[in-house]
């Protein structure tokens, strides 16, 4: 029976509940093995005059201190522009930045000598608030614009109604369980290999190899599996991977790099938060006409991701909508923290929540119910149906997923219900959101949207897949493993994916963009026919050497229950493993490398024009809120989610994946603040002071389905990606307090920034109380006259 479609469990799920899965810090230390930390700078912004180390220099145990001037070639790194030191050169960015390095024998001596150097510097007034970096015009790289229809403030003029307002998006710490680690081996001739908890081994590969001055085929970069990514180890892994490289290399003895939960949090980048300024126009019936945005993104000290990332927000304004007229721009702003980067969703999260929150203004400045304004807006079927960007929405089923959520969830039973309870209820405030969301599915650079996989078939019938994608409990090598299982017709048990490795996988993309299922599954599919085209000869010989007449035909060889076999003649059989040592024998091929490049897409940035996305994976939530009048306290009542994610490789997984997505997202919007003070210092860089969400936020009344569909033809047996979008869904949650606010007060709603946290609900709320107008939104007439 095919193992694609079926629950099977994740290949390390036993592993991870026993504790018996390798993570990097399990491995077991060799003889000689240093630990390697960082000395972070104090300040934000300054000027680095000296470093003294003698003092941890003569510490027992303490092996070596390195700063900038022991970088052997490139100090300076990043993966879109080399403006990112590894170690700081004179200038100070940020407050945890790597100043210099400490190797010792133990971590009792590392932290004693970490805390031995001392740095000598000049500090100056850090820049931190979006609104200054605006003001002082200090932005990393060039706007970014998409826009289509007439010039968008003359067709804001013709709208019977406009909406403005300035809306604030908080960013978001990965916390992944596993911090930041790497341990680096030195070999031979000056080769390094480095174990690093990457979703990105090429990078690593490339980083580390510029910055000893060696070449790319001088390091290997290995990955068995994170302790979770969600973005942050697409590049954040560089600086402790070329630390563990550094010792390596100076000292000739491995060296290991782990990052402590407060270091972690301290000195890496998290999601970008947003400062959004808007202003849409639209019809008396909510239909947008006209929708501008200026979107201003927190960089931090560096570029990272930042432009891609951008690109993303820029190509995900519309969401699940059509929008006639759009003039969507983007700049990055530099501030002096941690330079910020990739986060499930890539920027995509910060606009959806954008134009989630226009159409709840838009339905509470017309008095009536926010899901006719979606529905008034969702892209349609076979017209409204072209992006803002040019890309036809193919297939699309966002209408039917709307109709069949909005059925299921009883909402409009629903909605009347909460209206009835919010006038009677004096301590607990409701409210319900449905929203929508069409995440588009490839990497918006074109080059990165390839995958390799080798595949090598054993004498015994069993099967080693290498791929380039990398395992952070996604479930990603369960999926391949299935397909792989599939090909050959074989036991998923006799399938063994092996660890990531760039000497075994060169030049991969890092697993990101939700597309690593698509390039590496179809990739290691591929791997698989070409050994299956010579074992389909070779088998086709052996049969017809035991059935008389039998003309040896390829195209009747069927691989199937671990055996082969030919379709006219089922009753001769031959065991998949047998076959495979007498191909050996007779000198049949059994491995395999395959490729695959994502087809049709492409996209100009120039122009702002293109088919950037393979695909679409959509949905929509339904969730609905209580509110404590008093306090704030938010509880998320229910949730009711509708996904189509074509025909599931691994419904188990998948189900995981969506469950886990929309709770992350339902965290950022209503409960993860990053918190920093004027000195540039985070103060919410642990469990206790940053808040993710628990099993005690996970809604009491939960409910998910999936879209029966079939029509998704052009991906790996007809599934769709699951990595990211569901993140999105949690959106809802945040709509939902939106809507319950309304129920106070129009100033309470529009003054309502993300994420919705007990202290940002009770502000809206006590604004309310006091009469005061928000900077959230205003309204304006169609004669330009400003109205309430």
């Not at 001739?189 to 990078?203: A, F, I, L, Y």
């Not at 006409?289 to 432009?307: E, W």
């Not at 599915?441 to 791929?467: C, E, H, M, P, R």
């Not at 380039?468 to 409990?473: H, Q, R």
Request: aromatic share 8%; hydrophobic share 40%.
């Amino acid at each position: 029976m095919p193992s694609v479609g079926q629950t099977i469990p994740h290949d390390s799920a036993v592993g991870h509940v026993t504790g018996q899965a390798y993570y990097l810090d399990d491995m077991p230390s060799m003889a000689g093995e240093l630990h390697v930390g960082f000395v972070p700078s104090p300040i934000a912004c300054g000027q680095l005059t000296s470093i003294e180390a003698t003092a941890a220099r003569a510490i027992p145990g303490v092996a070596a201190v390195y700063t900038v001037a022991d970088v052997p070639a490139h100090n300076m790194f990043g993966p879109l522009a080399a403006d990112e030191p590894f170690l700081a050169d004179r200038e100070l960015l940020y407050v945890g930045q790597p100043v210099a390095i400490v190797a010792a024998e133990s971590r009792a001596a590392l932290h004693h000598g970490i805390a031995a150097v001392e740095l000598k510097y000049s500090e100056q007034p850090p820049l931190l608030a979006l609104e200054e970096s605006i003001a002082q015009q200090r932005f990393l790289g060039v706007e970014r614009r998409i826009a289509r229809g007439g010039e968008i403030d003359a067709e804001l003029r013709k709208s019977p109604h406009r909406l403005s307002g300035t809306f604030h998006i908080g960013g978001q710490e990965q916390f992944y369980l596993e911090s930041q680690a790497a341990i680096a081996y030195p070999g031979e001739d000056g080769q390094m290999v480095v174990h690093s908890s990457t979703q990105n081994p090429t990078e690593i590969q490339t980083v580390v190899a510029e910055m000893l001055g060696v070449g790319f085929h001088e390091v290997v970069c290995v990955t068995k599996r994170m302790g979770g990514g969600f973005g942050g180890k697409e590049t954040q892994a560089a600086i402790p991977a070329m630390m563990a490289a550094l010792v390596a290399r100076k000292t000739g003895r491995a060296a290991r790099v782990i990052f402590d939960k407060d270091t972690d949090m301290c000195s890496t980048g998290k999601r970008h938060p947003y400062l959004v300024r808007w202003e849409v126009g639209f019809e008396r019936d909510g239909r947008i006409h006209a929708l501008k945005y200026d979107y201003y993104s927190n960089g931090g000290c560096s570029l990272d991701l930042s432009p891609s990332i951008m690109e993303r927000t820029l190509l995900h304004s519309d969401n699940a909508y059509y929008i006639p007229h759009a003039d969507f721009r983007g700049r990055i702003c530099f501030t002096n923290l941690p330079s910020n980067t990739a986060f499930r969703g890539f920027g995509g999260p910060q606009a959806m929540a954008a134009t989630e929150n226009i159409l709840e203004s838009i339905a509470q400045h017309l008095a009536i119910d926010a899901y006719e304004v979606r529905c008034a807006n969702v892209y349609g079927v076979t017209e409204r149906n072209v992006t803002p960007y040019g890309q036809i929405v193919e297939k699309n089923h966002l209408p039917e997923i709307f109709d069949a959520l909005a059925a299921s969830s009883q909402y409009h039973a629903r909605r009347a219900e909460i209206a009835r309870r919010n006038a009677n209820d004096p301590l607990t405030l409701r409210g319900l959101a449905l929203t929508g969301m069409k995440f588009g599915i490839s990497f918006t650079s074109k080059f990165l949207n390839q995958g390799n996989a080798l595949v090598n078939l054993y004498t015994d019938g069993t099967v080693q897949v290498s791929t380039g994608g990398t395992e952070m409990g996604q479930g990603l090598n369960t999926k391949i493993r299935q397909l792989v299982a599939d090909e050959f017709g074989l036991d998923p048990a006799r399938v063994r994916l092996m660890a990531t490795s760039t000497e075994k996988n060169n030049n991969a993309s890092p697993t990101a963009a939700s597309a690593s299922t698509d390039l590496n599954g179809a990739a290691a599919v591929r791997a698989c026919q070409q050994i299956k085209r010579r074992l389909k000869k070779f088998a086709a010989d052996r049969l017809s050497d035991k059935a008389e007449g039998l003309t040896p035909s390829p195209r009747h060889i069927v691989f199937a229950d671990n055996v082969v076999y030919d379709t006219r003649r089922p009753e001769l059989r031959i065991a998949f493993g047998p076959l495979c040592d007498e191909a050996r024998r007779e000198r049949v091929d059994l491995g395999a490398r395959g490729f695959f490049a994502t087809p049709g897409i492409d996209f100009n940035r120039e122009t702002g024009r293109g088919t950037p996305f393979f695909y679409y994976t959509q949905g929509a939530a339904a969730v609905e809120v209580a509110i404590d009048r008093f306090t704030g306290e938010l509880t998320v009542a229910r949730a009711d989610l509708l996904i189509d994610i074509g025909r599931s490789i691994n419904p188990g997984v998948d189900r995981g994946q969506i469950i886990g997505g929309f709770i992350q997202g339902m965290g950022w919007v209503t409960a993860e603040a990053l918190t920093y003070n004027d000195k540039g210092v985070l103060l919410s860089h642990s469990p206790t002071t940053y808040k993710i969400p628990a099993i005690t936020d996970v809604p009491i009344d939960f409910r998910l389905a999936l879209l029966d569909n079939n029509d998704n033809v052009q991906n790996i047996r007809r599934s769709k990606a699951v990595g990211e979008p569901p993140l999105m869904l949690g959106i809802a949650a945040w709509a939902a307090v939106k809507n319950a606010l309304s129920y106070v007060s129009a100033e309470a709603a529009a003054s309502l920034n993300l994420p919705a946290t007990g202290e940002e609900i009770l502000r809206c709320l006590t604004l309310a109380t006091a009469g005061q107008r928000p900077a959230g939104a205003t309204s304006v007439g169609r004669s330009g006259a400003r109205s309430n």
